[in-house]
């Protein structure tokens, strides 16, 4: 498009289907809106921050695209008590401690000709300057990302369980790319990392930040994504098996539960299904396996009942299927 | 034109209560330029990804995008055509057509009519007056005028943003004149003659006699407060933590670089996290105060990670497992129905809480008693409250009741401030807030 894409390090995002398919090709399932979203934060240089609950792919998108585009990912994640120190830079107090010790042996070459105090004291200041460089930075998760020079996705996770100071010093990273340390000075990315940010909704974030990030919510999939997910992980996974723990999984997170099962819950179950060579599902196995998909005693006691009309319920999805082959999928 | 387009639409979400700041919309500007105006399904997912930043918003954001960018495609008017004049006609809202008209009898007619379909006379707190104004606005057809203010806008000729700004001229006036009869409604319903209103005004903020109908926007005054207190306290946590060098620490750490100096640690008061366990009596007037108070606790869930809460009236219950994991409402209709229904005994309560939850309580733990003291002639067991007050590290008594009351009838509030570190009196949510303030703080 315009002309600083070229100033990536990594290939230039054209299209929104190329996104679509870039994903697919290391294995994520992409919904039109991810991809859009993707292609703003990449052409507006703007951060995403992504909603939604837990184990729907927000983690994993970053991860995928850093894959995608082969660029390094640099994760921080957050957690409450998370600070500058953790998360932009330190010092390495033992390598400068190292070269102190060294130049002492060195010290009396260096103070030669210097003959009045003030000289000599002139002479240690430019050493002082020395050691507060960059060699002696020990960079953060953020730092890192900036200093990337071909560019990188930067994956901020779970941004609602750090601390609200927290949220407040990432906005100077986050609008202009651009980290300050004191000793230094500014240090600016060449190249603005692809920004993901993820919350679970613990705490509501604060509306600075959410003006600063375009905004993608991931809900649960629907049976069709869901199918295509679970097929890309679990490449040998029969279809009818597919299409029933699909449904299965679909119904049971209408109930009323706890914990609604997530995507990797539903891979972790097919995963579980092939290897007791299901090959459909019957209420026993749907039984026994259940503990891979709810995790909590009384989800598990609360679905019991509603175990097998669910399972029938699968069953007859891919029944009517069969019965409805040669019609075009009403789908 | 394009951005005119825009901007018109930018507008619409405003209206519609979607924060959109100037920022954003530049935002929203430079990303249709990249993604054009052609492919409509296109342009709501980006519209959507840059301006509406919760699920709420993303609702009305979509509501709104198929009512602004319509069947009609945009790029249709074609300016031979006077149907602009003609679609002014024939859909004039009678709302409008009543502005125009300046028939103030069949204006005041329409007002009346609607205010009592919005049940006006339900009105009780000068608050709740631009609530009704917007449910009068309603009944008398908004929605409609504001499908014509797209319509309008969609025209894209110069009568047509003409007619669009009449349009909103006209939402305005009518919004100026449902809000001053609501305004004079709730003067005649709410608050009367002029000793009436004073009781009534001071009521207002009663929690007792706050309405279930209140509870939503109760709901983010508590959450906002809750904030509030949060962001005090944990700030403060951070300022105690630069305390004095420690010496031995920082020579035993730095043993490795020869004893210099250079990893610096210091010595930290001991904290304790913040442990709260309230005890709160659910039955009759006292549940509503209960509800306001749990809530406030449960919005703090970030600084009081440790927090326990039993309810009682005739046996206590540990109600902490429903109020975490169901909906809160809910569960706190749940409890009251339940647990409040039996005739309150303080003794049982106090033996129940002895029995089963003792080891809760220990020297971290501030204990907060919410309940008017009214036991039913029972024995108030002051022995257990004595004995759980040198348990733990705080015991405050919240009385819905004011100090006047204390210690009347079956009141045992002043056998038990005996033993009470505190005892006080909480008719606002802003004494609520003052309590657990204090709590917090004394944690620090």
């Known amino acids: 498009m315009s002309a600083s894409d070229n100033k990536n390090g990594y290939e230039p995002i054209t299209s929104i289907d190329a996104i679509t398919d870039g994903l697919g090709s290391v294995g994520y399932i992409s919904t039109r809106e991810i991809s859009t979203a993707v292609y703003l934060a990449h052409n507006l240089r703007k951060p995403i921050l992504i909603e939604g609950p837990a184990g729907v792919g927000k983690t994993d998108l970053a991860a995928s695209m850093a894959r995608w585009l082969d660029a390094p990912l640099t994760r921080l994640q957050c957690y409450e008590g998370l600070d500058e120190g953790k998360a932009l830079y330190e010092w390495k107090y033992g390598k400068q401690l190292l070269y102190t010790q060294l130049l002492k042996e060195k010290l009396g070459e260096v103070m030669e000709g210097a003959s009045t105090l003030e000289a000599s004291f002139d002479k240690l200041t430019s050493f002082e300057d020395l050691f507060f460089s960059e060699s002696f930075l020990e960079p953060r998760p953020l730092l890192t990302a900036m200093k990337q020079s071909t560019g990188s996705v930067l994956l901020i996770d779970e941004i609602d369980k750090s601390d609200e100071e927290f949220e407040a010093f990432l906005l100077e990273v986050l609008s202009d790319y651009q980290v300050t340390v004191p000793e230094i000075g500014t240090i600016r990315a060449d190249v603005p990392p692809l920004v993901l940010l993820t919350s679970n909704n613990i705490r509501e974030l604060g509306d600075a930040l959410k003006r600063r990030c375009l905004h993608l919510h991931i809900d649960f999939p629907d049976a069709t994504r869901e199918r295509e997910i679970v097929r890309a992980r679990v490449p040998n996974v029969s279809d009818d098996l597919l299409k029933q ?48 998909l709810l995790k909590h005693e009384s989800d598990i006691a609360s679905v019991d009942r509603e175990i097998l009309p669910l399972a029938r319920k699968a069953a007859a999805e891919t029944n009517t299927e069969r019965l409805a082959t040669g019609y075009p999928a009403a789908e | 034109m394009a951005e005119q387009v825009l901007t018109d639409f930018i507008r619409a979400l405003r209206s519609a209560d979607v924060r959109v700041s100037t920022g954003e919309a530049i935002d929203a500007a430079n990303a249709v330029k990249l993604m054009g105006y052609a492919d409509r399904t296109r342009l709501s997912d980006t519209l959507r990804c840059v301006l509406a930043k919760s699920p709420a918003e993303k609702a009305t954001h979509d509501r709104l995008f198929d009512l602004y960018f319509s069947r009609k495609a945009p790029e249709t008017p074609s300016p031979e055509t006077d149907d602009s004049s003609e679609d002014g006609d024939e859909g004039g809202s009678d709302m409008l057509d009543l502005i125009e008209s300046g028939d103030e009898t069949q204006i005041a007619m329409a007002l009346e009519q609607a205010g009592e379909e919005a049940g006006i006379a339900e009105i009780r707190f000068s608050t709740q007056v631009p609530y009704f104004a917007q449910q009068m606005m309603k009944a008398m057809g908004v929605e409609r005028l504001e499908g014509q203010m797209m319509d309008a806008f969609r025209e894209k000729t110069d009568e047509g943003d003409e007619r669009a700004q009449e349009l909103i001229d006209g939402r305005a006036e009518m919004f100026q004149r449902t809000r001053d009869h609501a305004q004079r409604a709730f003067e005649t319903f709410g608050a009367g003659a002029t000793e009436q209103f004073r009781d009534e005004f001071l009521s207002d903020k009663r929690i007792t006699q706050l309405d279930r109908r209140d509870l939503d926007r109760m709901r983010s005054l508590v959450e906002k407060m809750a904030k509030r207190l949060a962001v005090k306290h944990s700030r403060r946590r951070r300022k105690k933590n630069r305390g004095q060098l420690d010496v031995r620490k920082t020579l035993r750490a730095n043993a490795g670089y020869d004893g210099v100096p250079f990893d610096l640690a210091w010595k930290q008061k001991k904290r304790d996290r913040p442990k709260i366990i309230a005890i709160c009596d659910v039955s009759g007037s006292v549940a509503q105060v209960v509800r306001f ?100 590290k705080r015991t405050l008594w919240l009385s819905p009741e004011p100090e006047s009351m204390w210690g009347s009838g079956d009141s045992e509030l002043l056998r038990y401030q005996a033993y009470c570190d505190k005892m006080v009196h909480v008719m606002t949510i802003k004494d609520l807030e003052r309590v657990v303030d204090e709590v917090l703080a004394s944690y620090n």
């Not at chain 2, 927090?307 to 046996?315: E, M, V």
Request: glycine fraction near 6%; charge should be negative; charged fraction near 25%.
């Open chain 2, 293 to 392: 108070f749990l809530m406030l606790l449960y919005s703090l869930h970030d600084t009081v990670p440790d927090l326990r809460a039993f309810a009682f009236s005739g046996r206590l219950e540990d109600v902490g497992d429903i109020l975490e994991t169901e909906d809160f409402t809910a569960a706190m209709d749940r409890i009251i129905n339940q647990i409040g229904m039996r005739s309150t005994d303080y003794g049982q309560s106090l033996s129940d809480l002895k029995v089963d939850h003792w080891q809760a309580i220990d020297r971290r733990a501030t204990v907060i008693i919410l309940g008017d003291g009214r036991s039913n002639y029972g024995d108030p067991r002051v022995d257990l409250l004595s004995e759980m007050t040198a348990r733990a």
């Open chain 1, 245 to 292: 723990l699909v449904a299965f999984v679909q119904g049971l997170r209408e109930m009323d539960i706890r914990k609604r099962p997530s995507i990797s819950e539903t891979v972790d179950w097919a995963r579980t299904l092939i290897l007791m060579h299901a090959n459909e599902l019957d209420e026993a196995m749907v039984r026994s396996t259940l503990n891979v």
